[in-house]
């Protein structure tokens, strides 16, 4: 199984700052990971797919790159709205995927 | 416009099953690739198995091998994921999710974008 590490766990920015995102897999996923936010009470929003494929509907501010095993989600000026979780997931070996344990952006 | 509704919450008893339903509206279940993921409280995401449907087969999340069985109705366009064994930590939000459809012959993904609402099922004595 491949497993997926996000860091930082939480992460303390002010609204106007970026944010760096990152997930590590246990072993190449090539491109196919997805970023995605979940506020309290929701279910997750799709984010980016294929790891740089904004989805329909998202802001430019929220962009991903990277590929293999290193991949980083980047919000480049933090609204309110984005303070919330984040989840990374890999789809290499489809239909089975993994999630990574999530990373928490609060306001600082 | 794909849309999941899912069953109602539940509440049961250890050792008891559970059977939550995702009714599928704006496309066509067979052409859709189904998955169900969990979140315990204050918990993350945990993915329990998914559907491919170009063979037709399920895969089950190694963790709930023997314990989990994911059909599909495909004359009212509703798939089903029944958990048997309850035990407490069973508890937790049940997602439906589509992350792949068919289009002509071609299986297009584009992540986990559709959603069911999710379904509470709490497992208490």
């Known amino acids: 199984e491949i497993v997926l590490t996000q860091s930082p766990a939480t992460l303390s920015l002010s609204p106007g700052e970026r944010a760096t995102l990152s997930c590590r897999a246990s072993?190449?996923?090539?491109?196919?990971l997805a970023w995605y936010q979940q506020k309290p009470g929701q279910a997750p929003r799709l984010l980016i797919y294929d790891a740089s494929n904004r989805a329909t509907g998202i802001p430019a501010r929220f962009s991903g790159s990277g590929s293999g095993t290193d991949f980083t989600l980047t919000i480049s000026s933090l609204e309110p709205e984005d303070f919330t979780v984040y989840y990374c997931?890999?789809?290499?070996?489809?239909?089975?995927?993994?999630f990574g344990q999530g990373t928490r952006l609060e306001i600082k | 416009q794909v849309q999941l509704v899912q069953s109602g919450a539940e509440v049961k008893k250890p050792g008891a099953s559970v059977k939550v339903s995702c009714k599928v509206s704006?496309?066509?279940?067979?052409?859709?690739?189904m998955h169900w993921v969990r979140q315990a409280p204050g918990k993350g995401l945990e993915w329990m198995g998914g559907f491919d449907p170009e063979d037709g087969e399920t895969i089950y999340a190694q963790k709930f091998q023997g314990r989990v069985t994911m059909t599909e109705d495909t004359s009212t366009d509703t798939a089903y994921m029944e958990l048997n064994s309850l035990r407490s930590e069973d508890t937790a939000v049940y997602y439906c999710a589509t992350d792949a459809f068919i289009v002509g012959a071609t299986l297009i993904h584009d992540g986990f974008d559709i959603w069911g609402q999710g379904t509470m099922v709490t497992v208490s004595s």
């Open positions: 704006g496309y066509t279940l067979t052409e859709l690739s």
């Open positions: 072993q190449s996923v090539s491109s196919y």
């Open positions: 997931q890999q789809r290499s070996n489809w239909p089975s995927i993994t």
